[in-house]
Protein backbone atom coordinates (compact mmCIF):
# COMPACT_ATOMS: atom_id res chain seq x y z
CA UNK A 1 0.00 0.00 0.00
CA UNK A 2 1.38 3.58 -0.50
CA UNK A 3 1.94 4.42 3.06
CA UNK A 4 3.45 1.30 4.23
CA UNK A 5 7.07 2.71 4.21
CA UNK A 6 5.81 5.46 6.08
CA UNK A 7 4.17 3.77 8.65
CA UNK A 8 6.98 1.74 9.16
CA UNK A 9 8.46 4.50 10.20
CA UNK A 10 5.53 6.35 11.91
CA UNK A 11 4.03 3.43 13.86
CA UNK A 12 7.17 1.63 14.56
CA UNK A 13 9.68 4.51 15.62
CA UNK A 14 7.67 6.52 17.88
CA UNK A 15 7.38 8.43 21.25
CA UNK A 16 5.73 10.95 23.06
CA UNK A 17 6.99 14.65 23.44
CA UNK A 18 9.12 16.59 25.46
CA UNK A 19 12.33 17.59 27.26
CA UNK A 20 12.11 14.99 29.43
CA UNK A 21 9.23 12.25 28.60
CA UNK A 22 5.72 12.85 30.17
CA UNK A 23 3.41 10.36 31.56
CA UNK A 24 0.23 9.28 29.49
CA UNK A 25 -3.63 9.15 30.99
CA UNK A 26 -2.48 5.94 33.22
CA UNK A 27 0.51 7.71 34.80
CA UNK A 28 2.81 5.64 32.99
CA UNK A 29 5.69 6.98 31.02
CA UNK A 30 6.93 5.08 28.21
CA UNK A 31 9.46 2.28 28.03
CA UNK A 32 10.56 2.88 24.25
CA UNK A 33 10.84 6.03 23.26
CA UNK A 34 11.93 6.96 19.10
CA UNK A 35 12.19 10.07 17.16
CA UNK A 36 11.89 10.41 13.64
CA UNK A 37 13.64 13.78 12.20
CA UNK A 38 13.03 15.51 9.04
CA UNK A 39 15.64 13.09 7.07
CA UNK A 40 13.62 10.07 8.37
CA UNK A 41 10.38 11.19 6.99
CA UNK A 42 12.56 12.40 3.94
CA UNK A 43 13.17 8.59 3.72
CA UNK A 44 10.06 7.31 3.75
CA UNK A 45 8.45 10.07 1.48
CA UNK A 46 10.67 8.45 -1.34
CA UNK A 47 8.88 5.30 -1.27
CA UNK A 48 5.58 6.56 -0.10
CA UNK A 49 5.50 8.42 -3.38
CA UNK A 50 6.49 5.65 -5.55
CA UNK A 51 3.78 3.09 -4.44
CA UNK A 52 1.40 6.00 -4.37
CA UNK A 53 1.89 6.17 -8.09
CA UNK A 54 1.29 2.81 -8.24
CA UNK A 55 -1.76 2.62 -6.17
CA UNK A 56 -3.62 5.28 -8.04
CA UNK A 57 -2.60 4.18 -11.72
CA UNK A 58 -5.32 1.59 -11.47
CA UNK A 59 -8.32 3.76 -9.79
CA UNK A 60 -11.59 4.53 -11.64
CA UNK A 61 -13.60 7.55 -11.51
CA UNK A 62 -16.99 7.56 -11.82
CA UNK A 63 -18.97 8.33 -14.63
CA UNK A 64 -19.64 12.30 -15.83
CA UNK A 65 -22.95 13.27 -17.46
CA UNK A 66 -24.71 16.16 -18.53
CA UNK A 67 -26.10 18.81 -21.12
CA UNK A 68 -24.59 21.24 -23.04
CA UNK A 69 -27.07 24.26 -24.56
CA UNK A 70 -26.17 24.49 -28.37
CA UNK A 71 -27.36 27.12 -31.11
CA UNK A 72 -30.21 24.96 -32.50
CA UNK A 73 -30.47 21.85 -29.87
CA UNK A 74 -29.43 21.08 -26.32
CA UNK A 75 -26.64 18.06 -26.25
CA UNK A 76 -26.66 15.27 -23.90
CA UNK A 77 -23.33 13.64 -23.18
CA UNK A 78 -21.94 10.76 -21.05
CA UNK A 79 -18.04 10.18 -20.18
CA UNK A 80 -17.20 6.54 -18.99
CA UNK A 81 -14.44 4.33 -18.28
CA UNK A 82 -12.51 7.08 -16.62
CA UNK A 83 -9.40 5.16 -15.88
CA UNK A 84 -6.08 6.82 -14.16
CA UNK A 85 -2.67 6.06 -16.05
CA UNK A 86 0.55 6.95 -16.07
CA UNK A 87 0.58 8.67 -12.76
CA UNK A 88 3.68 10.83 -11.91
CA UNK A 89 5.24 13.21 -9.11
CA UNK A 90 7.90 15.28 -9.96
CA UNK A 91 8.02 16.86 -6.57
CA UNK A 92 6.90 16.04 -2.91
CA UNK A 93 7.15 16.99 0.76
CA UNK A 94 6.19 15.48 4.15
CA UNK A 95 6.77 17.96 7.01
CA UNK A 96 5.27 17.70 10.56
CA UNK A 97 2.85 21.02 11.45
CA UNK A 98 3.58 21.34 15.39
CA UNK A 99 0.67 20.03 17.54
CA UNK A 100 -1.32 19.02 14.31
CA UNK A 101 0.39 15.83 12.39
CA UNK A 102 2.16 15.23 8.72
CA UNK A 103 1.72 17.53 5.75
CA UNK A 104 1.77 16.39 2.45
CA UNK A 105 2.23 18.35 -0.53
CA UNK A 106 2.77 17.28 -3.75
CA UNK A 107 3.73 19.50 -7.15
CA UNK A 108 3.52 19.73 -10.56
CA UNK A 109 2.17 16.19 -10.88
CA UNK A 110 0.67 14.47 -14.05
CA UNK A 111 -1.10 11.90 -15.44
CA UNK A 112 -3.44 10.82 -17.74
CA UNK A 113 -7.21 9.22 -18.58
CA UNK A 114 -6.77 7.05 -21.68
CA UNK A 115 -9.27 5.71 -24.06
CA UNK A 116 -11.64 7.36 -22.17
CA UNK A 117 -15.72 6.62 -23.87
CA UNK A 118 -17.66 9.41 -24.51
CA UNK A 119 -21.53 8.94 -26.18
CA UNK A 120 -23.73 12.48 -26.93
CA UNK A 121 -26.89 13.29 -28.27
CA UNK A 122 -29.06 16.21 -29.67
CA UNK A 123 -32.27 16.10 -31.86
CA UNK A 124 -31.72 13.64 -34.54
CA UNK A 125 -27.94 13.66 -34.41
CA UNK A 126 -25.78 10.72 -31.79
CA UNK A 127 -22.03 10.17 -31.75
CA UNK A 128 -19.95 8.50 -29.71
CA UNK A 129 -15.90 7.11 -29.56
CA UNK A 130 -13.46 7.81 -27.02
CA UNK A 131 -10.39 10.32 -26.53
CA UNK A 132 -7.09 10.78 -24.31
CA UNK A 133 -6.61 13.14 -21.55
CA UNK A 134 -3.53 14.76 -20.36
CA UNK A 135 -3.63 16.19 -16.73
CA UNK A 136 -0.12 18.57 -15.99
CA UNK A 137 0.43 20.47 -12.90
CA UNK A 138 -1.22 18.96 -10.38
CA UNK A 139 -0.77 20.09 -7.35
CA UNK A 140 -2.17 18.54 -3.77
CA UNK A 141 -1.94 19.45 -0.12
CA UNK A 142 -3.17 16.80 2.60
CA UNK A 143 -3.28 16.48 6.39
CA UNK A 144 -2.13 13.31 8.11
CA UNK A 145 -3.81 13.01 11.48
CA UNK A 146 -2.15 10.28 12.85
CA UNK A 147 -3.61 8.63 16.34
CA UNK A 148 -3.57 5.68 18.33
CA UNK A 149 -6.99 3.85 19.25
CA UNK A 150 -8.12 2.16 21.84
CA UNK A 151 -5.83 -1.26 21.78
CA UNK A 152 -2.80 0.95 21.03
CA UNK A 153 -2.75 0.63 17.56
CA UNK A 154 -1.95 3.56 15.26
CA UNK A 155 -4.63 4.84 12.87
CA UNK A 156 -4.08 7.35 10.24
CA UNK A 157 -6.39 9.51 8.71
CA UNK A 158 -6.81 12.37 5.68
CA UNK A 159 -8.32 15.75 6.32
CA UNK A 160 -8.08 19.42 5.07
CA UNK A 161 -7.20 18.07 1.42
CA UNK A 162 -6.63 20.50 -1.26
CA UNK A 163 -5.92 19.77 -4.90
CA UNK A 164 -5.92 21.84 -8.57
CA UNK A 165 -5.19 19.16 -11.21
CA UNK A 166 -3.45 22.53 -13.51
CA UNK A 167 -4.07 22.16 -17.17
CA UNK A 168 -6.64 19.71 -19.23
CA UNK A 169 -5.58 18.60 -22.69
CA UNK A 170 -8.20 16.24 -24.60
CA UNK A 171 -6.62 14.23 -27.74
CA UNK A 172 -9.96 12.92 -29.41
CA UNK A 173 -9.07 9.96 -31.22
CA UNK A 174 -11.24 9.80 -34.53
CA UNK A 175 -13.37 13.43 -35.94
CA UNK A 176 -16.35 14.08 -34.65
CA UNK A 177 -18.05 17.79 -35.21
CA UNK A 178 -20.72 16.50 -32.47
CA UNK A 179 -18.22 16.39 -30.23
CA UNK A 180 -17.16 19.73 -30.70
CA UNK A 181 -20.33 21.18 -29.67
CA UNK A 182 -19.79 19.78 -25.99
CA UNK A 183 -15.41 19.96 -26.02
CA UNK A 184 -15.45 22.90 -23.68
CA UNK A 185 -17.82 21.92 -21.07
CA UNK A 186 -16.14 18.57 -21.42
CA UNK A 187 -12.77 20.40 -20.33
CA UNK A 188 -14.14 22.52 -17.55
CA UNK A 189 -16.67 19.58 -16.13
CA UNK A 190 -13.17 17.41 -16.08
CA UNK A 191 -11.39 20.08 -14.10
CA UNK A 192 -14.14 20.76 -11.59
CA UNK A 193 -14.83 16.69 -11.10
CA UNK A 194 -10.52 16.08 -11.02
CA UNK A 195 -10.05 18.75 -8.28
CA UNK A 196 -12.67 17.18 -5.95
CA UNK A 197 -11.97 13.11 -6.98
CA UNK A 198 -8.01 13.63 -6.69
CA UNK A 199 -8.36 14.26 -3.25
CA UNK A 200 -11.00 11.77 -2.63
CA UNK A 201 -8.84 9.08 -4.02
CA UNK A 202 -5.72 9.49 -2.31
CA UNK A 203 -7.67 9.72 1.06
CA UNK A 204 -9.27 6.56 -0.02
CA UNK A 205 -6.36 5.22 -0.56
CA UNK A 206 -4.91 6.25 3.06
CA UNK A 207 -8.03 5.24 5.20
CA UNK A 208 -7.87 1.49 3.50
CA UNK A 209 -4.16 1.44 4.30
CA UNK A 210 -5.22 2.06 7.71
CA UNK A 211 -7.80 0.02 8.15
CA UNK A 212 -6.26 -2.69 6.49
CA UNK A 213 -2.70 -2.17 7.92
CA UNK A 214 -2.54 -0.77 10.76
CA UNK A 215 -5.19 -1.41 13.07
CA UNK A 216 -4.28 -4.80 12.65
CA UNK A 217 -0.34 -4.41 13.17
CA UNK A 218 1.16 -6.54 15.24
CA UNK A 219 2.40 -4.82 18.38
CA UNK A 220 3.53 -7.97 20.35
CA UNK A 221 6.64 -9.48 18.98
CA UNK A 222 7.96 -12.51 20.66
CA UNK A 223 11.47 -12.57 21.52
CA UNK A 224 11.99 -16.23 22.90
CA UNK A 225 10.13 -18.90 23.61
CA UNK A 226 8.70 -17.27 26.74
CA UNK A 227 7.93 -13.90 25.92
CA UNK A 228 7.29 -10.92 23.45
CA UNK A 229 7.58 -7.05 24.08
CA UNK A 230 4.55 -5.04 23.86
CA UNK A 231 4.86 -2.21 21.33
CA UNK A 232 1.90 -0.31 21.47
CA UNK A 233 0.77 3.24 21.65
CA UNK A 234 0.25 4.48 25.25
CA UNK A 235 -0.62 8.44 23.91
CA UNK A 236 -1.73 9.83 20.87
CA UNK A 237 1.38 10.81 18.59
CA UNK A 238 2.75 14.74 19.18
CA UNK A 239 4.41 16.70 16.56
CA UNK A 240 7.56 19.56 16.79
CA UNK A 241 9.09 21.26 14.29
CA UNK A 242 11.58 18.98 12.02
CA UNK A 243 10.24 16.02 13.84
CA UNK A 244 7.64 13.62 15.08
CA UNK A 245 7.75 11.71 18.22
CA UNK A 246 5.38 8.96 19.70
CA UNK A 247 5.08 6.85 22.73
CA UNK A 248 5.15 2.50 22.69
CA UNK A 249 4.32 0.57 26.30
CA UNK A 250 7.57 -1.09 26.02
CA UNK A 251 6.94 -4.04 28.19
CA UNK A 252 7.30 -7.77 28.28
CA UNK A 253 4.94 -10.23 28.87
CA UNK A 254 4.88 -13.95 28.97
CA UNK A 255 3.54 -15.44 24.98
CA UNK A 256 -0.36 -14.52 24.94
CA UNK A 257 -0.99 -13.37 28.14
CA UNK A 258 -0.50 -9.28 27.46
CA UNK A 259 -2.34 -8.66 31.14
CA UNK A 260 0.78 -8.87 32.74
CA UNK A 261 2.68 -6.04 34.57
CA UNK A 262 5.77 -5.66 36.10
CA UNK A 263 5.45 -4.02 39.58
CA UNK A 264 7.81 -1.65 39.82
CA UNK A 265 7.65 2.11 37.71
CA UNK A 266 9.09 2.94 34.57
CA UNK A 267 11.42 5.81 34.95
CA UNK A 268 11.39 9.03 32.91
CA UNK A 269 13.91 9.33 29.76
CA UNK A 270 15.56 12.05 29.10
CA UNK A 271 15.50 12.67 25.04
CA UNK A 272 17.05 15.99 24.98
CA UNK A 273 19.58 14.53 22.75
CA UNK A 274 19.94 13.06 19.22
CA UNK A 275 18.22 15.25 16.04
CA UNK A 276 21.39 14.27 14.11
CA UNK A 277 20.23 10.97 11.79
CA UNK A 278 16.91 10.02 10.35
CA UNK A 279 15.38 8.33 13.88
CA UNK A 280 16.20 8.09 17.14
CA UNK A 281 15.40 5.34 19.73
CA UNK A 282 15.45 5.15 23.34
CA UNK A 283 15.02 2.33 25.22
CA UNK A 284 14.58 2.27 29.14
CA UNK A 285 16.39 -0.13 31.55
CA UNK A 286 12.70 -0.84 32.57
CA UNK A 287 12.09 -2.47 29.16
CA UNK A 288 15.05 -5.19 30.06
CA UNK A 289 14.01 -5.59 33.48
CA UNK A 290 10.37 -6.54 32.84
CA UNK A 291 11.79 -8.84 30.58
CA UNK A 292 14.43 -10.39 33.27
CA UNK A 293 11.03 -10.36 35.94
CA UNK A 294 9.14 -12.23 33.40
CA UNK A 295 11.79 -15.10 33.38
CA UNK A 296 11.83 -14.74 36.95
CA UNK A 297 8.41 -15.68 37.21
CA UNK A 298 8.46 -18.24 34.56
CA UNK A 299 11.43 -20.03 36.48
CA UNK A 300 13.49 -19.92 33.86
CA UNK A 301 16.74 -18.31 35.44
CA UNK A 302 18.01 -21.62 36.58
CA UNK A 303 21.53 -23.04 35.41
CA UNK A 304 22.61 -26.49 36.44
CA UNK A 305 26.39 -26.48 35.96
CA UNK A 306 27.77 -30.49 35.18
CA UNK A 307 31.01 -31.55 34.11
CA UNK A 308 30.19 -32.26 30.22
CA UNK A 309 29.31 -28.26 30.82
CA UNK A 310 32.67 -27.32 31.89
CA UNK A 311 35.45 -26.11 29.59
CA UNK A 312 38.40 -28.41 28.91
CA UNK A 313 40.56 -25.44 29.87
CA UNK A 314 39.20 -25.07 33.47
CA UNK A 315 41.61 -26.80 36.06
CA UNK A 316 38.94 -27.54 38.66
CA UNK A 317 36.89 -30.82 37.63
CA UNK A 318 32.79 -31.37 39.31
CA UNK A 319 33.94 -34.33 41.19
CA UNK A 320 34.15 -34.96 44.92
CA UNK A 321 37.58 -35.20 45.20
CA UNK A 322 38.72 -32.01 43.84
CA UNK A 323 36.76 -30.22 46.95
CA UNK A 324 37.89 -32.56 49.64
CA UNK A 325 40.77 -30.41 50.32
CA UNK A 326 38.18 -27.71 51.74
CA UNK A 327 35.57 -29.55 52.49
CA UNK A 328 37.49 -32.75 54.81
CA UNK A 329 34.28 -34.74 55.65
CA UNK A 330 33.07 -34.64 52.12
CA UNK A 331 35.32 -37.72 50.82
CA UNK A 332 34.71 -39.15 53.99
CA UNK A 333 31.39 -39.32 52.95
CA UNK A 334 31.24 -39.07 49.36
CA UNK A 335 34.34 -40.43 47.75
CA UNK A 336 34.93 -40.35 44.01
CA UNK A 337 31.54 -39.18 43.15
CA UNK A 338 30.46 -36.75 40.80
CA UNK A 339 29.08 -33.47 41.32
CA UNK A 340 26.23 -31.05 40.21
CA UNK A 341 25.78 -27.78 40.96
CA UNK A 342 22.53 -25.60 40.42
CA UNK A 343 22.51 -22.14 40.04
CA UNK A 344 19.38 -20.66 40.69
CA UNK A 345 18.01 -17.21 41.11
CA UNK A 346 16.20 -16.11 43.79
CA UNK A 347 15.53 -12.31 42.58
CA UNK A 348 14.58 -10.71 39.37
CA UNK A 349 18.18 -9.07 38.28
CA UNK A 350 17.80 -5.41 37.61
CA UNK A 351 19.59 -3.57 35.16
CA UNK A 352 20.82 0.05 35.24
CA UNK A 353 21.71 2.05 32.40
CA UNK A 354 24.31 5.13 32.97
CA UNK A 355 27.04 6.80 31.76
CA UNK A 356 29.11 4.83 32.54
CA UNK A 357 27.60 1.64 31.31
CA UNK A 358 25.26 -0.96 31.90
CA UNK A 359 25.31 -3.02 35.61
CA UNK A 360 23.34 -6.08 36.08
CA UNK A 361 22.89 -7.14 39.47
CA UNK A 362 21.64 -11.01 40.22
CA UNK A 363 20.77 -12.70 43.38
CA UNK A 364 20.88 -16.37 43.12
CA UNK A 365 21.55 -19.54 45.51
CA UNK A 366 24.19 -22.07 44.58
CA UNK A 367 22.85 -25.35 45.54
CA UNK A 368 25.99 -28.22 45.30
CA UNK A 369 24.75 -31.77 45.02
CA UNK A 370 26.38 -35.16 45.09
CA UNK A 371 24.82 -37.13 42.53
CA UNK A 372 24.55 -41.01 43.97
CA UNK A 373 25.08 -44.64 42.23
CA UNK A 374 21.19 -44.25 41.84
CA UNK A 375 21.16 -41.56 40.10
CA UNK A 376 19.33 -39.17 43.35
CA UNK A 377 20.97 -36.46 45.00
CA UNK A 378 22.16 -35.21 47.89
CA UNK A 379 22.20 -31.63 48.60
CA UNK A 380 25.62 -31.08 50.53
CA UNK A 381 25.55 -27.32 50.76
CA UNK A 382 23.77 -23.75 49.77
CA UNK A 383 25.58 -20.50 48.79
CA UNK A 384 23.82 -17.22 48.22
CA UNK A 385 25.41 -15.32 45.80
CA UNK A 386 25.45 -11.88 45.02
CA UNK A 387 26.65 -11.20 41.57
CA UNK A 388 26.96 -7.67 40.07
CA UNK A 389 28.26 -7.22 36.53
CA UNK A 390 29.76 -4.85 34.17
CA UNK A 391 28.34 -4.83 30.42
CA UNK A 392 28.97 -3.57 27.01
CA UNK A 393 25.77 -2.23 25.24
CA UNK A 394 26.10 -2.93 21.22
CA UNK A 395 23.94 -2.97 18.04
CA UNK A 396 23.40 -6.62 15.84
CA UNK A 397 21.23 -5.83 13.26
CA UNK A 398 18.15 -5.37 14.52
CA UNK A 399 19.00 -6.25 17.93
CA UNK A 400 20.71 -4.20 20.69
CA UNK A 401 22.77 -6.62 22.20
CA UNK A 402 25.20 -6.80 25.32
CA UNK A 403 28.10 -8.23 26.91
CA UNK A 404 29.02 -9.41 29.95
CA UNK A 405 32.90 -7.43 30.62
CA UNK A 406 33.41 -8.19 33.74
CA UNK A 407 31.43 -9.78 37.44
CA UNK A 408 32.64 -9.52 41.02
CA UNK A 409 30.07 -12.25 43.41
CA UNK A 410 30.15 -12.20 46.99
CA UNK A 411 29.31 -15.93 48.43
CA UNK A 412 27.48 -16.21 51.70
CA UNK A 413 27.05 -19.99 53.25
CA UNK A 414 23.35 -20.68 54.15
CA UNK A 415 23.04 -24.53 54.66
CA UNK A 416 26.09 -27.07 55.06
CA UNK A 417 25.37 -31.14 55.49
CA UNK A 418 29.05 -31.62 55.66
CA UNK A 419 30.47 -29.35 58.19
CA UNK A 420 32.24 -26.76 58.35
CA UNK A 421 33.40 -24.90 54.54
CA UNK A 422 36.64 -23.10 53.73
CA UNK A 423 34.70 -20.47 52.02
CA UNK A 424 37.91 -18.37 51.11
CA UNK A 425 38.85 -21.09 48.99
CA UNK A 426 35.20 -21.53 48.02
CA UNK A 427 34.99 -18.20 46.40
CA UNK A 428 37.70 -18.89 44.40
CA UNK A 429 35.99 -22.37 43.28
CA UNK A 430 33.06 -20.11 42.71
CA UNK A 431 34.23 -17.65 40.86
CA UNK A 432 35.68 -20.12 38.30
CA UNK A 433 32.58 -22.18 37.91
CA UNK A 434 30.40 -18.76 37.56
CA UNK A 435 32.99 -17.01 34.64
CA UNK A 436 33.29 -20.43 32.79
CA UNK A 437 30.10 -21.32 32.85
CA UNK A 438 27.33 -18.93 33.96
CA UNK A 439 29.12 -15.53 32.13
CA UNK A 440 28.74 -18.02 28.90
CA UNK A 441 24.95 -18.41 29.43
CA UNK A 442 24.54 -14.60 30.29
CA UNK A 443 26.13 -13.58 26.93
CA UNK A 444 24.23 -16.26 24.99
CA UNK A 445 20.96 -14.39 26.68
CA UNK A 446 22.65 -11.45 25.45
CA UNK A 447 23.30 -11.75 22.09
CA UNK A 448 19.88 -12.79 21.38
CA UNK A 449 19.09 -9.17 22.17
CA UNK A 450 16.18 -7.24 22.31
CA UNK A 451 14.70 -6.78 19.06
CA UNK A 452 14.84 -3.35 17.65
CA UNK A 453 11.56 -2.04 15.42
CA UNK A 454 12.06 -2.90 12.01
CA UNK A 455 11.01 -3.68 8.27
CA UNK A 456 11.47 -5.98 5.96
CA UNK A 457 13.92 -4.15 3.35
CA UNK A 458 15.14 -1.65 5.50
CA UNK A 459 17.84 -1.80 7.30
CA UNK A 460 19.77 0.68 9.76
CA UNK A 461 23.25 2.45 8.47
CA UNK A 462 25.78 3.33 10.82
CA UNK A 463 24.15 3.54 14.05
CA UNK A 464 25.46 5.21 17.14
CA UNK A 465 24.82 3.46 20.52
CA UNK A 466 25.62 5.66 24.04
CA UNK A 467 23.72 5.47 27.32
CA UNK A 468 22.12 8.05 29.89
CA UNK A 469 20.66 7.79 33.50
CA UNK A 470 18.42 4.92 32.58
CA UNK A 471 18.34 4.46 29.18
CA UNK A 472 20.23 3.16 26.31
CA UNK A 473 20.35 5.53 22.73
CA UNK A 474 20.63 4.29 19.49
CA UNK A 475 20.73 7.03 16.50
CA UNK A 476 20.60 5.74 13.16
CA UNK A 477 20.13 6.61 9.01
CA UNK A 478 18.32 4.10 6.90
CA UNK A 479 19.23 2.68 3.83
CA UNK A 480 16.95 0.55 1.89
CA UNK A 481 18.01 -3.26 0.57
CA UNK A 482 17.68 -3.03 -3.07
CA UNK A 483 17.71 -6.73 -3.16
CA UNK A 484 14.16 -6.98 -1.64
Not at 56 to 70: K, L, R
Request: with cysteine; glycine share 6%; hydrophobic share 40%.
Amino acid sequence: MAFQVTWALIAVFSIFIGDVISVDSLNRNPGIVTRINQAGLDFGLEFTVGNLEEDIESVTIPDISGTVNAILFDVNYLVSNIRIAEFEVQTSSLKTVPGVGLELAIRGASFSLNDVSWSSEGGIYSDEGSFDTTIDGLDLDMTLMIRKNEDGHPTMAPEGCSGDVGSIAIDLNSDSWLFGLISGALDDVLTVTLNTQICDIISEQISAYSDDFLTVLNLNVEVDSYTEVDYSLISNPLFEESYMETAHKGEFHPIGQSEWEAPFPVPAIDTTGGLNKMVDIWISDYVINSRYYVLQELGILTYTITEDTLPSTLPYGLDSRYLAHIIPKLRQKYDKMPLEVVVNSTSSPTLEFSEDGATITEYADLDAYVVLEDTTRDNIFTIALTGQEQASVGFSYPNITYEVTSMSIDAELKYSEIGHLNMLMLQHIVDAYIKSSVIPYLNEIGQQGFPLPHMDGITYVNPVVSLGKDYILLESDLQRDLDE
